[in-house]
């Protein structure tokens, strides 16, 4: 971090006002309560839910229930729908606010996954831009007082670039903010994030926030974003999968940047944590696991062992070590795994930074056929798009 300082205001969404310009990503499998919880303890900014796909949450299907409960500690709520139908995704925007299920509704036109571009959704929706309109501004009316946020990305692929149409459109419907994913679908997670695009869209819409995302694996690389972008906040995604205490470094870093601290103060705050603080943070992550799956601790040990090689990228943890947490079934099993294991171990540096989660390399978006034929919806058949919104979560 360097010793420049430059002022900069709270994140203001709407009636919102955030401490810390930072938004933890939804993402799909990852962002429960239980991980949010867990995320917050460590830091401030906007929790937001994994996605939620609308006609799910209408039916009120028992994992979509599940999926936006928060709890009573988690302030502002902040839940992400996706959808492909304008009358749905109103209908879910409506049941949250006429609930009181949210205090903030992000829609997603950001997501690449193949079950969801294939049929229309995600991030090749907004090829779309009367379909897109239609939701959005469906969406800002259900919402009333809710501010209601859009997250994208750059587009399908570079010959099918949507930021900017999309955008304007959304400010014209009067969202709250707008974050961009400076990636198009095609890219995936492939590659460097585009930041350029952000600062393109910054200079092109005025009235809303702009949030970056794509590519922010420290406190340093969020504090370059804003600098070089012009953005008003970032959106953190894979850089804090196995790492939850990045929202404390983003803390002390957006606090140096506005003065608040010094910047030695903020380097002196950046977590190096040795083996046992990472080990503690996993157990933690479990324990609020099984009060998220209502007690069920062996549900709740198979769902940490996903995260095992995130919490332990870098760290001189050998392989039978990590193979016995990644088929860990219960809190006294991990405790008799972490008992093997040496806390004083101390943090490893550049091992344990850097990329991390799904990366892989470009990929030719599956589209509904004849999708790139026309920007218009004329010729949707709702009935086959709808599948889109069949699956409870949408990643």
């Not at 409506?94 to 950001?110: E, M, P, S, W, Y």
């Not at 919402?143 to 990305?153: E, F, N, Q, S, V």
């Not at 406190?219 to 894979?238: H, K, N, P, Q």
């Not at 977590?271 to 069920?296: C, I, Y």
Request: one cysteine or more; hydrophobic letters at 40%; glycine letters at 10%.
């Amino acid at each position: 971090m360097t010793s420049q300082t430059l002022s900069r205001d709270r994140l203001r969404i709407g009636p919102l006002e955030l401490d810390v310009p930072v938004v933890l990503a939804p993402m799909a499998g990852i962002t429960n309560t239980a991980f949010r919880r867990l995320c917050r303890e460590y830091g401030a900014g906007l929790y937001v839910s994994e996605m939620i796909t609308s006609r799910a949450l209408v039916e009120r299907t028992p994992a979509s229930l599940r999926l936006i409960k928060h709890h009573e500690s988690e302030t502002p709520r902040s839940i992400q729908l996706y959808g492909v139908d304008p009358k749905t995704v109103s209908e879910a925007v409506r049941f949250l606010v006429d609930q009181d299920l949210a205090d903030h509704i992000d829609l997603n036109f950001g997501c690449p996954v193949p079950k969801v571009t294939r049929k229309g959704g995600g991030s090749a929706l907004p090829w779309k831009s009367d379909l897109f309109r239609a939701i959005v501004e469906g969406a800002v009316r259900a919402a009333g007082d809710i501010p209601l946020t859009i997250k994208m990305r750059k587009g399908i692929d570079a010959d099918h670039l949507t930021y900017l149409d999309a955008a304007r459109a959304a400010e014209g419907a009067g969202v709250a903010a707008i974050a961009l994913h400076g990636r198009t679908a095609n890219e995936f997670y492939s590659g460097q994030a585009d930041w350029a695009s952000i600062a393109t869209l910054k200079e092109t819409i005025s009235s809303v926030p702009i949030l970056g995302n794509g590519d922010i694996w420290s406190a340093d690389d969020a504090i370059r974003m804003v600098r070089e972008t012009g953005c008003d906040g970032v959106v953190v995604g894979r850089g804090c999968l196995g790492r939850p205490w990045l929202f404390g470094d983003l803390a002390a870093a957006f606090r140096a940047e506005s003065g608040e601290i010094s910047w030695d103060e903020a380097r002196a705050a950046t977590a190096k944590p040795p083996l046992g603080f990472v080990m503690a943070a996993m157990r933690r992550h479990t324990e609020l696991m099984v009060e998220f799956f209502d007690g069920e601790e062996d549900r709740a040990c198979r769902d940490i062992r996903k995260h095992v090689a995130w919490y332990y990228k870098g760290y001189g943890v050998g392989g039978d070590i990590r193979r016995a947490l990644a088929t860990v079934e219960s809190l006294e099993q991990m405790d008799e795994i972490f008992a093997t294991m040496d806390p004083s171990l101390p943090y490893p540096g550049e091992g344990a930074e850097g990329p991390r989660g799904r990366a892989g390399s470009p990929k030719r978006p599956i589209l509904p056929h004849g999708w790139l034929d026309s920007r218009t919806s004329d010729d949707i058949d709702y009935s086959e798009l709808a599948e889109a919104e069949r699956d409870d979560s949408g990643g």
